[in-house]
């Protein structure tokens, strides 16, 4: 049996952000770290805002200083100001990971392994794989132990596409279109132009089953045929994914008191998929306060900030034939850099009662009034 200091179980977005904020503690290099993983093949990459640099800054393969939103009444293109979207590709992200922070740090021993259980024995964690069991002091897991089936996924299919013409403003990045609308389920067209003639277009679908290839592919072609008429282009590669769109409230411990980490620790916010960014601040919160226990124990949505992911996660539910009027709203009456600090949970009350009061006001009154009695009545 092994013993290491530290074990950080999945190689994934959390296990090497947090190895790498961990790297940068003092006396690391004394530090025996286990990494395990299943080997899963990863095909993910990650779309981002931040203000100021990330710490990934050098993994950024493009990023924009605009972004659009469109639908039926109304489109506008804005400068995100102080925040820049960024975009990482999963390859850069894991070929630098492997190839450059691995071998640099050499403190690590990857081993690929499946983790069958993790179970804590006289202050140590012993975890158990398909291979053999380690010992470790402290244990950080990506791996989920508290899923249940979400009500709501974000799920989606996207083509990389090169045109022959140059038809993309290479200097927006299109949040959400909703001019293109052929179901009944929320879905709207995602667009990440890389160049004027290379773009990832991607069509997403907030309902509780997700839905065929072929009705992914309908929409993004019609959504091409309706903006370019004239296109001429090819697929270069295509994404799918889903990400659950969970109102359940996450804790930073595992049933051995292991850190959870990422997704296991309820990273992705559920509103909107995005946590990267997240992922990357508590790896950081991590990393300073490693072997305390103090830090989060509830961890992330929390608060008000909850509610209101629930009311929207509602109305996806019960009303989906008003989202795209509540984001027209959403778009229409704020500025994209103060939706976008909203979406951080790093508004002011004060702010948030401005950008409610700029949204249909009914729909998420009856929402509210509903999530309360729930709430009472304890389901
Ligand atoms: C398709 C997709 C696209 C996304 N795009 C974005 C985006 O653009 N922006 C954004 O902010 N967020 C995005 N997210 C949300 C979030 O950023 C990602 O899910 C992120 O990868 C979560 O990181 P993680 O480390 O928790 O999980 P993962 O990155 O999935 O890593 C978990 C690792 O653990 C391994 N593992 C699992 N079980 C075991 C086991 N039993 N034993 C050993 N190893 C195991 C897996 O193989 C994997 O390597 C996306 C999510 C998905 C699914």
């Known amino acids: 049996m092994y013993q290491y200091d530290i074990a950080v179980l999945g190689a994934g977005c959390a296990g090497w952000q947090l190895l790498q904020q961990l790297s940068l503690q003092p006396n690391w290099a004394d530090c025996k770290v286990l990494l395990l993983d299943d080997g899963t093949e990863k095909q993910q990459s990650w ?6 640099n990330h710490p990934l800054q050098q993994l950024v393969t493009k990023s924009w200083q605009q972004l659009s939103f469109c639908s039926a009444k109304f489109s506008t293109k804005q400068s995100a100001k102080p925040y820049t979207y960024h975009h990482i590709p999963g390859k850069v992200f894991f070929n630098y990971f492997e190839q450059q922070f691995l071998p640099q740090n050499p403190n690590i021993t990857l081993v690929k392994a499946k983790v069958n259980r ?24 990506s791996i989920n132990p508290q899923t249940k089936k979400p009500e709501l996924w974000q799920h989606f299919k996207g083509w990389y596409i090169e045109t022959k013409e140059e038809i993309f403003d290479d200097r927006t990045a299109m949040l959400m279109d909703y001019t293109t609308q052929l179901h009944q389920e929320v879905h709207f067209i995602y667009v990440l132009p890389f160049t004027k003639n290379r773009a990832l277009v991607e069509a997403t679908f907030f309902s509780a089953e997700v839905v065929s290839d072929a009705l992914y592919e309908e929409l993004i072609k019609a959504y091409l045929q309706q903006h370019f ?20 409230q996450f804790n930073h411990y595992g049933p051995a008191g292991e850190t959870l980490i990422g997704k296991a620790a309820g990273m992705v916010k559920a509103s909107t998929g995005y946590a990267f960014n997240r992922i990357t601040n508590d790896s950081i919160l991590l990393a300073k306060n490693i072997g305390q226990k103090q830090y989060a124990v509830a961890t992330g949505t929390r608060g008000r900030f909850r509610f209101y992911d629930a009311l929207l996660l509602n109305m996806i539910r019960h009303s989906p034939q008003i989202i795209p009027n509540v984001f027209t709203q959403l778009f229409k009456h704020n500025r994209m850099p103060d939706v976008l600090r909203f979406l951080d949970e790093q508004s002011t009350l004060q702010q948030e009662i401005r950008i409610f009061a700029s949204l249909p006001i009914l729909p998420f009154l009856k929402q509210a009034i509903k999530h309360i009695f729930t709430y009472r009545d304890g389901k």
Request: aromatic content about 12%.
């Open 47 to 52: 779309s981002f805002w931040s203000a100021g």
């Open 118 to 141: 993790i179970h804590n024995q006289e202050n140590c964690f012993l975890i158990d794989t398909d291979q053999q069991s380690f010992r470790a002091k402290n244990c950080y897991s």
């Open 229 to 248: 008429p004239q296109i001429n282009y090819k697929i270069t590669s295509a994404e799918t994914g889903q990400i659950p769109m969970s109102r359940q």
